[in-house]
């Protein structure tokens, strides 16, 4: 069968893949979630007691915005399923907002797109590499969305050179702990046998 991208066997091969979730992968795409849900409640409030350490430089702070993009690169890692990623994703941004954030609801907004973009470099490999080159370049594109959106809702009245500065702080922060983070995690992970349901078991 073939699996080169755009060929009929490519996305029959998906498509299997997609109907082989089982509920084990449910379950652990929710718990993951709710883990990192709890996580990102934490990182929401060390955002905000750090922000004053940042006045001379502002973009700075986007060091440690890379955790609030691991959720998706992880249950991808873990699951290696068509949706797993999205699925995490969308569940830890909705924790977080039942915890309570600043931003509302608009976390939930802000998971979805950063789960829909690490799929998409997964599926882009047919959902068959996992390595740590693969992590970093999915967390990195996850990592584009917030660079756009955060400069155009919540940077506008920055100059340039500050919101591209955010913008390339964001994506390196992106690519090093929710890359490296999250392939280091799930390589832990299957180390411990945590992972014995799943093909990440035997990384």
């Known amino acids: 069968m073939s699996t080169e991208t755009g060929t009929p066997g490519f996305w029959k091969d998906i498509l299997l893949r997609l109907r082989s ?9 929710a718990v993951i979630g709710v883990a990192i849900g709890v996580v990102f409640w934490a990182w929401n409030i060390l955002w905000t007691i750090t922000a004053p350490l940042f006045v ?3 973009p700075g ?3 440690i915005y890379g955790m ?6 992880l249950g991808g890692l873990i699951i290696r399923k068509p949706g ?3 699925l995490t994703a969308i569940a830890a941004a909705s924790v977080s907002a039942v915890l309570g954030t600043q931003w509302g609801v608009m976390v ?3 998971g979805t797109l950063q789960g829909i973009l690490p799929e998409l470099v997964f599926l882009a490999f047919g959902y068959r590499r996992w390595n740590m080159g693969v992590a970093v370049l999915a967390a990195a594109v996850a990592g584009i969305s917030p660079a756009i959106r955060d400069n155009l ?5 920055w100059s340039l050179d500050l919101k591209l500065a955010y913008g390339v702080i964001v994506i390196v922060s992106a690519a090093v702990i929710a890359g490296v983070g999250a392939r280091l995690l799930t390589t832990a992970l299957a180390k411990s046998g945590a992972l014995a349901p799943f093909p990440s078991a035997r990384d």
């Open 21 to 29: 979730w089982r509920t084990v992968d449910i379950v652990v795409a």
């Open 56 to 58: 001379a430089f502002p």
């Open 61 to 63: 702070q986007a060091v």
């Open 68 to 73: 609030w993009l691991i959720s998706g690169v």
């Open 84 to 86: 797993a990623a999205l």
């Open 108 to 110: 939930i907004l802000d």
């Open 153 to 157: 809702t919540y940077n506008v009245t």
